[in-house]
């Protein structure tokens, strides 16, 4: 039962606010003057101070400052009839949660007490989240500065502890299977499997067979049953990475999947229950992709419960110099060395744009670091040259490049021309290179074509 102390010098007002609350069932104290509540709002544990503005000896404001100077942690909301808007701008500035105007409405203020005890639970909850991912082996920080990724974190913490799909959008290296990995922790499934699958990186011929495994043999090759994702995620989460590439069969299949809670092996005629909590992930407008015909309408809608987009790294700029800070400290750990981003560093990396995104600036750390001897790195060890260049005709013959950064050079330069000539289609710019598409993926990673 949460406690709330009301301050008012009105003894009506005190009294009808008190029986309200208590009818609402919060544990209701009132004081007449802010001298009285203040001594007694930080010897006594408090949830909540509903304080009026204008009252004798010590107003609400000052009363407010005095409580947050002296260490209150209770949430206060202001109530007042005089000065609307500006009142409440100096109110939101000295700490205030909230302001109710008066007259007030009954419901109006225990709406208001229940929208800041839910805010309050929400900030514990992404705290505990974030410490659970910080010391979970293999988790991947999440760094929330920014009201972009504040606000994602916050719908994590509201749908974590149920089996709701959720549909994470947004561009190439901006966090997706962070923030999967974040709900899965969160989660009453964290105890259980957490697995993923990047759809584009597996051949359509064998994505069947990865996601609900086959029966000897089911196909050539299939020397004995194996068991597929979905199984192997049994009581945990299931993180369907770029899904927006999964081929239409399959998403027939993976429809009845979410609606029967059941999967068939390849090869096999008996049916498998799975208790899988599934997370869908995606570069693609997949409305967009539905209404052309590439992805179906009834698994969008089924996917489509609660949506999480995370923005491109250039439009959360606020989480650029504590994402480098972490990552320079993680790969200090890894290298076995002080890796140090200056000032100046730090500065000039929230000035870039990371096409990329957050996966561009944790492989451009890595480069500097690896490249310099360095325990400061400067701007200049960002600018060198991740790659070499081209050799220009000007340059062939003077023995300048080993045959290995000459390779390289070509190699990138042929990745570039496919995607060029196919409209950066990866699949048919994998099958026009000649490789699998798991490995025009790893390319286009290590060269940085994002």
Same mark, same amino acid.
């Given at each position: 039962?949460?406690?709330? %102390?009301?301050?008012?010098?009105?003894?009506?007002?005190?009294?009808? %606010?008190?029986?309200?609350?208590?009818?609402?069932?919060?544990?209701?104290?009132?004081?007449?003057?802010?001298?009285?509540?203040?001594?007694?709002?930080?010897?006594?544990?408090?949830?909540?101070?509903?304080?009026?503005?204008?009252?004798?000896?010590?107003?609400?404001?000052?009363?407010?400052?005095?409580?947050?100077?002296?260490?209150?942690?209770?949430?206060?909301?202001?109530?007042?009839?005089?000065?609307?808007?500006?009142?409440?701008?100096?109110?939101?500035?000295?700490?205030?949660?909230?302001?109710?105007?008066?007259?007030?409405?009954?419901?109006?203020?225990?709406?208001? &007490?229940?929208?800041?005890?839910?805010?309050?639970?929400?900030?514990?909850?992404?705290?505990?989240?974030?410490?659970?991912?910080?010391?979970?082996?293999?988790?991947?920080?999440?760094?929330?500065?920014?009201?972009?990724?504040?606000?994602?974190?916050?719908?994590?913490?509201?749908?974590?502890?149920?089996?709701?799909?959720?549909?994470?959008?947004?561009?190439?290296?901006?966090?997706?299977?962070?923030?999967?990995?974040?709900?899965?922790?969160?989660?009453?499934?964290?105890?259980?499997?957490?697995?993923?699958?990047?759809?584009?990186?597996?051949?359509?011929?064998?994505?069947?067979?990865?996601?609900?495994?086959?029966?000897?043999?089911?196909?050539?090759?299939?020397?004995?049953?194996?068991?597929? &994702?979905?199984?192997?995620?049994?009581?945990?989460?299931? %993180?369907?990475?770029?899904?927006?590439?999964?081929?239409?069969?399959?998403?027939?299949?993976?429809?009845?999947?979410?609606?029967?809670?059941?999967?068939?092996?390849?090869?096999?005629?008996?049916?498998?229950?799975?208790?899988?909590?599934?997370?869908?992930?995606?570069?693609?407008?997949?409305?967009?992709?539905?209404?052309?015909?590439?992805?179906?309408?009834?698994?969008?809608?089924?996917?489509?419960?609660?949506?999480?987009?995370?923005?491109?790294?250039?439009?959360?700029?606020?989480?650029?110099?504590? %994402?480098?800070?972490?990552?320079?400290?993680?790969?200090?750990?890894?290298?076995?060395?002080?890796?140090?981003?200056?000032?100046?560093?730090?500065?000039?990396?929230?000035?870039?744009?990371?096409?990329?995104?957050?996966?561009?600036?944790?492989?451009?750390?890595?480069?500097?670091?690896?490249?310099?001897?360095?325990?400061?790195?400067?701007?200049?060890?960002?600018?060198?040259?991740?790659?070499?260049?081209?050799?220009?005709?000007?340059?062939?013959?003077?023995?300048?490049?080993?045959?290995?950064?000459?390779?390289?050079?070509?190699?990138? +330069?042929?990745?570039?021309?496919?995607? +060029?000539?196919?409209?950066?289609?990866?699949?048919?710019?994998?099958?026009? &290179?000649?490789?699998?598409?798991?490995?025009?993926?790893?390319?286009?990673?290590?060269?940085?074509?994002?």
């Amino acid at each position: 039962m949460s406690r709330v %102390l009301i301050v008012d010098d009105e003894p009506g007002l005190r009294q009808s %606010l008190g029986l309200l609350l208590a009818d609402a069932g919060y544990e209701v104290a009132a004081e007449s003057d802010g001298k009285r509540a203040l001594e007694r709002a930080l010897a006594e544990p408090f949830d909540l101070v509903l304080s009026d503005v204008r009252m004798p000896e010590m107003d609400g404001l000052a009363f407010l400052r005095a409580y947050r100077s002296r260490g209150g942690t209770a949430l206060v909301i202001m109530m007042s009839a005089y000065g609307g808007e500006e009142a409440a701008l100096a109110a939101m500035k000295e700490g205030a949660y909230d302001y109710i105007p008066k007259p007030f409405r009954p419901d109006e203020v225990v709406l208001t &007490l229940r929208k800041a005890e839910e805010r309050e639970q929400l900030g514990r909850t992404i705290a505990t989240l974030k410490a659970q991912l910080a010391t979970t082996p293999g988790a991947r920080a999440v760094v929330a500065e920014s009201r972009a990724m504040r606000d994602a974190l916050e719908l994590v913490a509201r749908v974590a502890e149920h089996k709701t799909t959720v549909l994470i959008t947004g561009e190439r290296g901006t966090g997706k299977e962070v923030i999967a990995q974040a709900i899965h922790r969160a989660s009453p499934r964290a105890a259980a499997p957490f697995v993923a699958i990047n759809c584009a990186a597996i051949p359509e011929s064998l994505l069947e067979s990865e996601l609900f495994g086959h029966v000897r043999g089911a196909f050539t090759g299939a020397s004995a049953d194996k068991a597929g &994702l979905f199984e192997q995620a049994d009581g945990g989460t299931l %993180l369907l990475d770029e899904i927006g590439e999964l081929p239409l069969p399959l998403q027939a299949k993976l429809l009845r999947v979410l609606q029967e809670s059941e999967i068939r092996r390849v090869g096999d005629q008996r049916t498998r229950r799975v208790d899988v909590r599934l997370l869908a992930a995606t570069a693609k407008e997949l409305a967009a992709e539905a209404a052309a015909g590439r992805f179906r309408e009834d698994l969008f809608d089924r996917l489509n419960v609660i949506t999480i987009h995370l923005p491109p790294l250039a439009e959360r700029r606020a989480d650029i110099k504590p %994402l480098a800070r972490h990552f320079a400290t993680r790969l200090a750990g890894r290298l076995g060395r002080a890796v140090v981003l200056s000032d100046d560093t730090l500065a000039w990396l929230e000035a870039q744009r990371w096409p990329g995104n957050v996966r561009e600036l944790e492989h451009a750390i890595e480069r500097a670091a690896v490249l310099t001897d360095n325990a400061i790195l400067e701007p200049a060890d960002f600018r060198r040259e991740p790659l070499p260049s081209p050799i220009s005709s000007g340059e062939k013959g003077e023995g300048r490049g080993t045959l290995r950064d000459a390779v390289e050079a070509a190699e990138r +330069q042929a990745i570039l021309a496919a995607l +060029q000539a196919t409209d950066g289609n990866r699949r048919a710019a994998a099958k026009r &290179l000649g490789v699998s598409l798991r490995t025009l993926f790893y390319k286009i990673d290590r060269y940085r074509l994002e």
